[in-house]
């Protein structure tokens, strides 16, 4: 098995190249969505955010209420890091789980994640990511996408966008850049080309 972890910043299109490793054979594994199971009803993470936070952050359907929780974290760096303790190591916890019942224990798994610079999530886990690729895209082009996919106002988009790493944060710990500022079968191809360079990590690996 190779594990790869797949990130870059907001509308650089990183999901975009996960849905296309995706068809190529890949396991991909949307680390982003484990963070929101996570808080859902009967999730890992319900009773210790509820025990840090206190109940106002409880939904009334035994979940968290993100709405609740994003108000009291929300530009608060101590608030966000007591958070990210409880929420990391279950995210974890659940990368491990999703990871041990693949079909195909000899795949390529692929963590597409926003947060690999900025945090441990799919590094402290029984299966760390052993290569990274960063997704890239011109700043003109993830605004526009932001706003045309989500909604989001580009002065807001812009605002999100610095808060993450940077992309020379990213490429520091990059093997792997793809560049996306084309087309989609520009993309496609650029994705292919890093799929068959995967493939024979994978072979190597297990040679």
């Known amino acids: ?8 910043g907001m509308g650089v299109g990183k999901s975009t190249v ?6 190529l054979g890949a396991e991909v594994i949307d680390v982003d969505a484990l963070g929101r199971k996570i808080l859902e009803p009967e999730g890992l993470a ?3 955010v509820v025990e840090r936070f206190g109940p106002s952050v409880l939904g ?3 979940g968290i209420n993100r709405a609740a929780l994003a108000e009291i974290v929300f530009g608060e760096a101590e608030q966000l890091a007591a958070l990210e303790e409880i929420s990391h190591p279950a995210i974890n916890q659940m990368l491990d789980r999703a990871v041990d019942s693949l079909e195909k224990p000899e795949a390529i ?3 597409d994640m926003a947060v690999l610079v900025e945090s441990r999530l799919g590094y402290d886990t029984k299966h760390p990511y052993e290569v990274v690729v960063v997704v890239e895209a011109p700043m003109a082009d993830r605004l526009e996408r932001l706003q ?3 909604g989001v106002e580009p002065e807001d988009a812009l605002a999100r966008i610095e808060s993450q790493a940077s992309d020379e944060e990213r ?3 990059a093997q792997f850049l793809i560049a996306n500022g084309g087309d989609l079968a520009a993309l496609s ?3 292919a080309e890093l799929w068959g360079q995967l493939e024979r990590l994978l072979v190597s690996k297990n040679s």
């Open 148 to 150: 045309q996919q989500r």
């Open 46 to 48: 319900v009773s210790a």
């Open 1 to 8: 098995m190779l594990v790869v972890g797949l990130t870059g």
């Open 18 to 23: 996960g849905g296309l490793l995706s068809n």
């Open 171 to 173: 490429r520091a710990v």
């Open 60 to 62: 009334t359907d035994g």
């Open 189 to 191: 191809d650029a994705t």
């Open 109 to 111: 798994v692929v963590y």
